[in-house]
């Protein structure tokens, strides 16, 4: 079985470059990194062209001056950077999808730092286009439509347990605010990703040994909070 | 492939009736369930053999008498039976490896709880034997060997990661407490038999379609605590 619309793990994302529109009060939102452009360490751990925004949220929470952030310093670059409320278990996730394949350490340099804060900024852009009622909080169909965009349109089964994975034990109707959005948003990002590196064809199906499998999947239930 | 010693999620399991031999003072990890007894609707909810304690904590925790555990419910009936400690997540864990699978809703049945208490009983009884030095923690050489006892020879790297994921972000060597243990025990112990299950004939590779692998993963990342 090929993907098919309902399934669209490989349906294009949107463009890194995705700036959100809607909100120009929201400036923090808006520098999107422009992937034509090429990193030069002649010129430092950034391109010139990088927005100083996000170069000097870098270099402030790199605090060792190593180069890298650590899980403790991007937790105090994305503090300072606006975004309030993010959970210890998602910046595990986002230093896990984000980091480096080759690097053993989970750490992020700046190649991957701004490819982190784009995502967030298109992440932190859709969530408003789509939260209608401006309640900060997604409902179950907002939450659709915000996959949809982003790229995934999820079975409704596997939509409606990830809104059973974030309730409170009591079933009543879910609404998520950002972080929650964040986080099953990264799950779902990447457990797609890891399965089509299993999946080169885009045939629907992967193929997974046993220990692979394990490595792919354990990572996403970090216990640490 | 096959599976090789090295993987082994297929190597037989402690049988159910596995007593706690070596801690006869704790009395409460030692009632372990016959699986030749049968139940019989006839003569109530458990059949008359299960041991009274079991009987006694399914039916103190069962208050609105509906003849099943819901989550709350369970969270207490493990607390009145001497499991203090454990986490939130680790229950809900519990809850979805020990349902019914043909139950839509998150709930055992007397059937169900005489399975984890059985395996709850097991799982101590080892904690406990491979926590050799009896500090209440186990490092990583005690854990690779409470895993083989239970009949899961996971792969160093797998071991390692497991680890990594309850270590606190310093970078430590972790001991888990018997909460982590059971956790992480849960972790394996779930995932491994998903796989299996999309591996009928042992071979060590699962081919699995994506709402599967989406389906069979998400519940393991609960993120309620």
Redesign the interface.
Known sequence: ?A?SNA?A?SAPELPESYVHQQHDGENRYRYAYQPTQQFSSSSGLFSPETHPEIVKSFESADRDWSGFLE??ELRQALLCSGYQGIS??TI?FLMFIYKSPGDSL?RLGPKEYVELWNCLAQWRAIFDSYDRDRNGKMNSTELRDAFYHLGYM??T??LQ??QT?????TGKTVELCFD?FL??GM??KG??EK?KEN?PGYT????????V???M?????????
Chains 1, 2 share one sequence.
């Open positions: 079985m993907y399934y793990p899980e403790s210890n278990r595990r989970l999820l079975p089964s596997v347990l990830i994975q974030f309730d409170d034990g929650s986080e099953c799950i779902v457990l797609t399965f999946d629907g199906y992967a193929t997974i040994p046993y220990d499998f394990m490595l999947v354990i990572p996403f239930i970090a216990s640490y909070d």
